[in-house]
């Protein structure tokens, strides 16, 4: 099957052009202008932008939430992803109850994706559970196609926190294998006390989420990470970065040449901490997510980060948790509120219409924290987050003349909220194709449940190349 894409103007991270794209099978075989070549299909893209489809390198499809016993929304969730113009997701594969880092990566690929994702994916090893077989597992990541793996500072008293011995090996024995390790940076002993604190004086609203976890408690886990990762020379990846704390100490570690990189969300960008403070619990509790929403100017100093390149990613940190359900746990303590929100459906178009159409930040640049960086951070570069000869045909339409309102309805997320709803849209993603098929058509869901593939890592991603 052919596919010819036609008069479209295309962006990469480095180029914008007018021109056409011929897909062959699942890959891309030729770029430029002009081309005649015949095709079973032509797509008519004038007047549109042709994408690198997106790479959210953060998402947490089908894993247990960190308070309670329940799974997130599971993969066959993911067709809201791909009308959002996501077709890659480097998803967190926690470890399953009493079961090691490999073991649960086969799980994940084998049995809980099988049959239902419909993005393509790759996994970060996660420690949900320390044992001390994990050091040695690491070691095996290359032969599973596993790159990089995440650590949690916060959550003290789950079995999510990792102590900063542990946190220690985990550099050590991951640069050996050439392991990008991730890391969860909250003061989690710090953030502890003053949550007790909170209950303790009766302050049990969401919006004590935020007073219990200050940004300093960020900026401090941030340049104890930076300091442990310095001393095993092990390239860091900080995760949801939030606040201008916490990239002033990037910025000076970057200063003196450490492989130090990060990432912020779609959410730390575009909603403060403000939507903690509304008096309907409901309301409130969708937003509480770690680390906490922050204020504006730490929003305008995110954006800043990017343009710069002091941040590599945005990324939407999804979790499927739900409100009528989940986060209840926590209505009368809000310590006890699962912590999370979707967005990987809304990622692409919020930022789309944050960033570019808003004049924020360029198309190309789009692309390079969509899409680019985010692959070659893990190690599918150019397969993924590309437009060359040769890449994976994930390709993404979108017109920028769309004027539309974010509407959970219209793109079904699988859970029972979307924290973008209301929102202005500027822009929309009407077609897609993933390795060559066309998955979205018209801004529906055209493809079939199972056709995303697990992408294995090359090790020794992009962050290991460059120093800063
Ligand atoms: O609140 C968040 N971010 N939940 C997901 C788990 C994590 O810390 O990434
Ligand atoms: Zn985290
Ligand atoms: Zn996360």
Redesign the pocket.
């Known amino acids: 099957m052919r596919i010819l894409v036609k008069g479209g103007t295309i962006v990469t991270a480095s180029e914008e052009f007018q021109g056409d794209v011929l897909v062959e099978g699942e890959t891309i075989r030729a770029v430029g202008q002009h081309l005649d070549l015949p095709a079973d299909q032509v797509i008519d893209a004038a007047g549109k932008y042709v994408l690198p489809g997106g790479v959210d390198q953060?998402t947490?499809f089908s894993?247990l939430c960190?308070v309670g016993d329940q799974d997130t929304a599971g993969y066959e969730t993911t067709d809201a992803v791909v009308v959002g113009g996501t077709t890659t997701i480097v998803d967190?594969a926690p470890q399953d109850p009493k079961t090691g880092l490999l073991d649960s990566i086969d799980y994940r690929i084998n049995v809980r994706a099988k049959d239902k994702a419909c993005v393509d994916f790759a996994l970060h090893g996660m420690v949900t559970e320390i044992m001390d077989s994990m050091f040695d597992e690491i070691a095996q990541f290359p032969q599973k196609g596993i790159s990089s793996i995440?650590i949690?500072m916060?959550?003290n008293g789950s079995p999510?926190h990792v102590d900063d011995g542990t946190f220690f090996r985990i550099l050590e024995c991951s640069r050996k294998a050439g392991v990008t390790v991730f890391v969860?940076a909250e003061n989690g002993e710090i953030l502890d006390f003053l949550r007790r604190q909170c209950v303790k004086n009766g302050q049990t609203t969401p919006h004590y989420h935020y007073v219990s976890r200050p940004p300093f408690t960020e900026a401090e886990a941030v340049r104890r990470a930076i300091y442990l990762a310095g001393q095993t020379d092990t390239p860091l990846y900080i995760?949801?970065m939030t606040c201008r704390p916490a990239l002033e100490a990037l910025l000076q570690a970057k200063g003196t040449g450490q492989r130090v990189y990060g990432e912020t969300?779609t959410h730390y960008l575009t909603t403060t901490k403000e939507a903690l403070d509304n008096p309907d619990f409901n309301e409130a509790a969708k937003f509480?997510?770690?680390?906490a929403l922050r204020d504006q100017e730490d929003c305008d100093a995110l954006w800043a980060a990017l343009n710069s390149g002091l941040l590599n990613a945005v990324v939407s940190?999804h979790?499927g948790i739900d409100v009528a359900n989940l986060k209840q746990v926590g209505r009368n303590d809000f310590t006890q509120i699962?912590?999370?929100?979707p967005g990987a459906a809304d990622r692409m178009h919020v930022i789309w219409t944050e960033g570019v159409a808003k004049g924020r930040i360029s198309r190309q640049k789009f692309v390079e924290i969509t899409a680019a960086q985010p692959a070659k951070i893990n190690g599918i570069y150019p397969r993924k987050g590309h437009i060359a000869v040769g890449c994976d045909a994930d390709l993404v339409i979108l017109d920028p003349d769309y004027r539309g309102v974010i509407r959970l309805e219209d793109n079904p997320n699988g859970v029972d909220y979307n924290i973008y709803e209301g929102r202005e849209q500027l822009g929309r993603v009407e077609t897609v194709l993933l390795r060559g098929r066309v998955v979205v058509r018209d801004a529906q869901f055209v493809g079939k449940y199972g056709q995303g593939q697990f992408i294995p890592a090359k090790m020794y991603g992009s962050c290991y190349e460059n120093r800063a």
Do not use: M, R
């Not at 509480?288 to 680390?291: A, H, I, L, T």
């Not at 699962?338 to 929100?341: E, F, T, V």
């Open positions: 953060h947490h894993a960190n967190y995440k949690f916060a959550y999510l969860h995760a949801h969300c509480v997510c770690s680390p940190d979790c699962p912590n999370g929100a």
